[in-house]
Protein backbone atom coordinates (compact mmCIF):
# COMPACT_ATOMS: atom_id res chain seq x y z
CA UNK A 1 0.00 0.00 0.00
CA UNK A 2 1.36 3.80 -0.27
CA UNK A 3 1.74 5.28 2.78
CA UNK A 4 -1.13 7.26 2.76
CA UNK A 5 -2.59 4.53 4.19
CA UNK A 6 -0.95 6.03 8.02
CA UNK A 7 -3.49 8.76 7.51
CA UNK A 8 -6.32 5.90 7.30
CA UNK A 9 -5.04 4.25 10.28
CA UNK A 10 -4.79 7.24 12.62
CA UNK A 11 -8.03 8.73 11.81
CA UNK A 12 -9.87 4.90 12.64
CA UNK A 13 -8.69 6.30 16.14
CA UNK A 14 -11.11 8.98 15.82
CA UNK A 15 -14.67 8.46 17.03
CA UNK A 16 -16.35 8.67 13.52
CA UNK A 17 -13.79 6.50 12.09
CA UNK A 18 -14.33 3.93 15.00
CA UNK A 19 -17.61 4.20 13.99
CA UNK A 20 -17.58 3.53 10.52
CA UNK A 21 -15.09 0.36 11.48
CA UNK A 22 -17.73 -1.04 13.70
CA UNK A 23 -20.17 -0.84 10.62
CA UNK A 24 -17.17 -2.02 8.05
CA UNK A 25 -16.68 -5.13 10.10
CA UNK A 26 -20.57 -6.40 11.00
CA UNK A 27 -20.91 -5.75 7.18
CA UNK A 28 -18.11 -7.93 5.94
CA UNK A 29 -18.98 -10.48 8.73
CA UNK A 30 -22.55 -10.75 7.14
CA UNK A 31 -21.31 -10.41 3.24
CA UNK A 32 -18.65 -13.09 3.43
CA UNK A 33 -20.21 -15.72 6.11
CA UNK A 34 -21.83 -17.85 3.13
CA UNK A 35 -19.19 -17.58 0.73
CA UNK A 36 -17.77 -20.47 0.06
CA UNK A 37 -14.27 -22.04 -1.72
CA UNK A 38 -10.77 -22.25 -0.70
CA UNK A 39 -8.64 -19.24 -0.97
CA UNK A 40 -9.45 -16.06 0.09
CA UNK A 41 -7.23 -13.01 0.53
CA UNK A 42 -7.83 -9.47 2.54
CA UNK A 43 -5.96 -6.53 1.16
CA UNK A 44 -4.54 -3.94 3.47
CA UNK A 45 -6.25 -2.76 6.74
CA UNK A 46 -5.31 -5.11 9.49
CA UNK A 47 -8.22 -3.13 11.86
CA UNK A 48 -10.46 -4.69 10.44
CA UNK A 49 -10.79 -8.98 10.40
CA UNK A 50 -12.98 -8.91 7.27
CA UNK A 51 -12.22 -12.99 6.67
CA UNK A 52 -13.10 -13.65 10.39
CA UNK A 53 -16.85 -15.06 9.46
CA UNK A 54 -15.55 -16.94 6.24
CA UNK A 55 -14.99 -20.42 6.59
CA UNK A 56 -12.82 -20.99 3.49
CA UNK A 57 -9.26 -22.96 4.67
CA UNK A 58 -6.85 -20.55 3.40
CA UNK A 59 -7.12 -17.07 4.16
CA UNK A 60 -4.67 -14.82 4.18
CA UNK A 61 -3.74 -10.61 4.91
CA UNK A 62 -1.95 -8.57 2.49
CA UNK A 63 0.06 -6.00 4.42
CA UNK A 64 2.18 -3.03 2.68
CA UNK A 65 5.42 -1.78 3.76
CA UNK A 66 3.63 0.87 6.32
CA UNK A 67 1.41 -1.57 7.88
CA UNK A 68 2.13 -4.09 10.99
CA UNK A 69 -0.29 -6.95 11.80
CA UNK A 70 -3.13 -6.32 13.88
CA UNK A 71 -3.36 -8.67 17.33
CA UNK A 72 -5.96 -11.53 16.65
CA UNK A 73 -6.31 -10.83 12.76
CA UNK A 74 -7.86 -14.74 12.26
CA UNK A 75 -6.03 -14.60 8.54
CA UNK A 76 -2.24 -15.11 8.12
CA UNK A 77 -0.21 -12.40 7.03
CA UNK A 78 1.78 -11.75 4.19
CA UNK A 79 4.11 -9.06 2.54
CA UNK A 80 2.48 -7.65 -0.70
CA UNK A 81 1.28 -4.61 -3.49
CA UNK A 82 -1.99 -4.53 -4.31
CA UNK A 83 -0.91 -4.07 -7.86
CA UNK A 84 1.28 -6.71 -7.71
CA UNK A 85 0.13 -9.95 -5.55
CA UNK A 86 2.05 -13.34 -4.98
CA UNK A 87 -0.77 -15.35 -6.76
CA UNK A 88 -1.28 -17.24 -10.20
CA UNK A 89 -4.01 -16.35 -12.11
CA UNK A 90 -7.54 -17.66 -10.92
CA UNK A 91 -6.72 -18.70 -7.83
CA UNK A 92 -8.36 -17.14 -5.43
CA UNK A 93 -11.86 -17.37 -4.39
CA UNK A 94 -12.85 -14.18 -2.60
CA UNK A 95 -10.89 -11.41 -2.36
CA UNK A 96 -11.66 -7.97 0.40
CA UNK A 97 -10.61 -4.81 -0.53
CA UNK A 98 -11.32 -2.32 3.07
CA UNK A 99 -10.63 1.25 1.52
CA UNK A 100 -7.82 -0.25 -0.78
CA UNK A 101 -8.74 1.66 -3.66
CA UNK A 102 -8.86 4.70 -2.01
CA UNK A 103 -5.00 4.74 -0.80
CA UNK A 104 -3.59 2.64 -3.31
CA UNK A 105 -1.42 4.42 -6.05
CA UNK A 106 -2.61 2.83 -9.22
CA UNK A 107 -6.36 1.88 -8.02
CA UNK A 108 -7.15 0.80 -11.73
CA UNK A 109 -3.92 -1.41 -11.71
CA UNK A 110 -4.87 -2.77 -8.49
CA UNK A 111 -8.89 -3.64 -9.40
CA UNK A 112 -7.37 -5.43 -12.48
CA UNK A 113 -4.87 -7.44 -10.18
CA UNK A 114 -7.47 -8.91 -8.28
CA UNK A 115 -9.59 -9.66 -11.73
CA UNK A 116 -6.65 -11.57 -12.54
CA UNK A 117 -5.75 -13.41 -9.67
CA UNK A 118 -9.74 -14.59 -9.08
CA UNK A 119 -11.42 -17.65 -10.37
CA UNK A 120 -13.98 -17.78 -12.77
CA UNK A 121 -17.39 -16.68 -10.05
CA UNK A 122 -15.29 -15.17 -7.78
CA UNK A 123 -16.26 -12.48 -5.75
CA UNK A 124 -14.69 -9.35 -4.77
CA UNK A 125 -15.88 -7.14 -1.50
CA UNK A 126 -14.61 -3.32 -1.79
CA UNK A 127 -15.57 -0.75 0.76
CA UNK A 128 -14.71 2.89 1.06
CA UNK A 129 -16.06 6.64 1.89
CA UNK A 130 -18.98 8.23 -0.40
CA UNK A 131 -18.02 11.29 -1.47
CA UNK A 132 -21.22 12.36 -2.01
CA UNK A 133 -22.23 11.45 1.60
CA UNK A 134 -22.81 14.42 5.18
CA UNK A 135 -19.34 13.66 5.65
CA UNK A 136 -18.02 13.78 2.26
CA UNK A 137 -19.59 17.50 1.95
CA UNK A 138 -17.74 18.61 5.10
CA UNK A 139 -14.52 17.32 3.55
CA UNK A 140 -15.29 19.09 0.42
CA UNK A 141 -16.08 22.61 2.02
CA UNK A 142 -12.85 21.89 4.50
CA UNK A 143 -10.48 21.70 1.87
CA UNK A 144 -12.36 25.04 -0.40
CA UNK A 145 -11.59 26.82 2.43
CA UNK A 146 -8.08 25.34 2.95
CA UNK A 147 -7.50 26.46 -1.02
CA UNK A 148 -9.20 29.73 -0.05
CA UNK A 149 -6.30 30.67 2.54
CA UNK A 150 -9.28 30.36 5.34
CA UNK A 151 -8.90 27.53 7.23
CA UNK A 152 -10.79 24.34 7.49
CA UNK A 153 -9.95 21.00 9.44
CA UNK A 154 -10.40 18.41 7.41
CA UNK A 155 -13.13 15.49 8.78
CA UNK A 156 -11.77 12.57 6.84
CA UNK A 157 -8.31 11.31 6.04
CA UNK A 158 -5.90 13.66 4.04
CA UNK A 159 -4.67 11.09 1.76
CA UNK A 160 -6.78 8.93 -0.74
CA UNK A 161 -9.10 9.42 -3.39
CA UNK A 162 -12.63 8.87 -2.09
CA UNK A 163 -14.23 6.89 -4.93
CA UNK A 164 -18.59 7.30 -5.32
CA UNK A 165 -19.93 4.12 -5.98
CA UNK A 166 -21.32 5.23 -9.52
CA UNK A 167 -17.42 5.58 -10.72
CA UNK A 168 -16.47 2.21 -9.12
CA UNK A 169 -19.85 0.53 -10.57
CA UNK A 170 -18.24 1.90 -14.23
CA UNK A 171 -14.49 0.60 -13.34
CA UNK A 172 -16.15 -2.99 -12.30
CA UNK A 173 -18.32 -3.40 -15.66
CA UNK A 174 -14.99 -2.59 -17.83
CA UNK A 175 -12.98 -5.50 -16.15
CA UNK A 176 -16.34 -7.57 -16.81
CA UNK A 177 -17.64 -7.99 -13.08
CA UNK A 178 -21.39 -7.87 -12.22
CA UNK A 179 -22.25 -5.66 -9.13
CA UNK A 180 -23.92 -7.87 -7.03
CA UNK A 181 -25.02 -5.91 -4.14
CA UNK A 182 -24.72 -1.97 -2.86
CA UNK A 183 -24.85 -1.02 0.81
CA UNK A 184 -24.68 1.73 2.64
CA UNK A 185 -24.24 2.91 6.62
CA UNK A 186 -23.17 5.43 8.42
CA UNK A 187 -25.97 8.41 8.31
CA UNK A 188 -24.74 10.53 11.54
CA UNK A 189 -23.91 14.30 10.71
CA UNK A 190 -20.11 14.95 10.62
CA UNK A 191 -19.33 15.66 14.23
CA UNK A 192 -16.68 14.81 16.09
CA UNK A 193 -17.68 14.01 19.30
CA UNK A 194 -18.84 10.38 20.69
CA UNK A 195 -21.54 11.94 22.47
CA UNK A 196 -23.35 13.93 19.63
CA UNK A 197 -22.44 10.67 17.57
CA UNK A 198 -24.60 8.92 19.67
CA UNK A 199 -27.21 11.15 20.55
CA UNK A 200 -27.81 11.30 16.26
CA UNK A 201 -27.83 7.53 16.26
CA UNK A 202 -31.69 7.01 15.42
CA UNK A 203 -30.66 8.62 11.68
CA UNK A 204 -29.06 5.19 10.83
CA UNK A 205 -32.22 3.63 10.98
CA UNK A 206 -34.19 6.58 8.91
CA UNK A 207 -31.17 7.22 6.27
CA UNK A 208 -31.21 3.98 5.59
CA UNK A 209 -34.68 4.01 4.30
CA UNK A 210 -35.10 7.59 3.37
CA UNK A 211 -31.48 8.33 1.63
CA UNK A 212 -29.77 5.51 1.50
CA UNK A 213 -27.39 6.83 -1.46
CA UNK A 214 -26.10 9.49 1.04
CA UNK A 215 -24.68 6.76 3.60
CA UNK A 216 -20.77 7.98 4.70
CA UNK A 217 -19.98 4.36 4.16
CA UNK A 218 -20.93 1.96 1.27
CA UNK A 219 -19.67 -1.68 0.67
CA UNK A 220 -19.89 -3.39 -2.95
CA UNK A 221 -19.92 -6.94 -4.09
CA UNK A 222 -18.76 -8.11 -7.48
CA UNK A 223 -19.05 -11.24 -9.55
CA UNK A 224 -16.05 -11.86 -11.23
CA UNK A 225 -17.77 -12.82 -15.03
CA UNK A 226 -16.73 -15.10 -17.71
CA UNK A 227 -18.03 -14.70 -21.15
CA UNK A 228 -18.51 -17.95 -22.96
CA UNK A 229 -18.04 -20.10 -19.79
CA UNK A 230 -20.86 -22.24 -18.56
CA UNK A 231 -21.03 -23.87 -15.62
CA UNK A 232 -21.73 -27.81 -15.25
CA UNK A 233 -24.65 -28.88 -13.44
CA UNK A 234 -24.04 -32.67 -12.17
CA UNK A 235 -24.61 -35.61 -14.18
CA UNK A 236 -27.75 -36.79 -12.51
CA UNK A 237 -30.02 -33.12 -12.94
CA UNK A 238 -29.47 -34.75 -16.78
CA UNK A 239 -30.87 -38.43 -16.33
CA UNK A 240 -34.48 -39.23 -17.37
CA UNK A 241 -36.76 -40.23 -14.37
CA UNK A 242 -37.70 -43.71 -15.61
CA UNK A 243 -42.05 -43.64 -15.22
CA UNK A 244 -43.13 -46.06 -12.26
CA UNK A 245 -44.79 -49.24 -12.66
CA UNK A 246 -48.44 -49.72 -12.37
CA UNK A 247 -49.14 -51.79 -9.65
CA UNK A 248 -51.53 -54.77 -10.03
CA UNK A 249 -54.54 -55.01 -8.08
CA UNK A 250 -55.99 -58.26 -7.66
CA UNK A 251 -59.92 -58.17 -7.82
CA UNK A 252 -62.01 -60.92 -6.12
CA UNK A 253 -64.51 -62.62 -8.45
CA UNK A 254 -67.64 -63.79 -6.80
CA UNK A 255 -68.88 -67.72 -7.76
CA UNK A 256 -72.05 -66.21 -9.32
CA UNK A 257 -70.57 -63.82 -11.55
Given at each position: ????????????D??????L????????D????D?????????????V??????????????????????????????????V??P??????????????????????????????????E????????????????????????Q??????????????????P???????????????????????????????????????????????????????????????M???E????????P???????????????
Amino acid sequence: MSGEIIGLHHWFDTSPGRHLLAWEQSSYDELVADVFGFHALQLGLPAVDALRANRMPHRWLALGPAETEAPGNSAAALLAEPVMLPFPEASLDLVLMPHTLEVSVDPHAALREVQRVLVPEGRVVISGLNPWSLWGFRQKRARLYQRLGAGGRLYLPEGGEFIAPGRLRDWLQLLDFELESLSFGCFRPAVNSEPWLQRFGWMDSLGARWWPALGAGYVAVAVKRVHGMRLMEPGWRGVPVPAAAQAQVAQRVRPNE
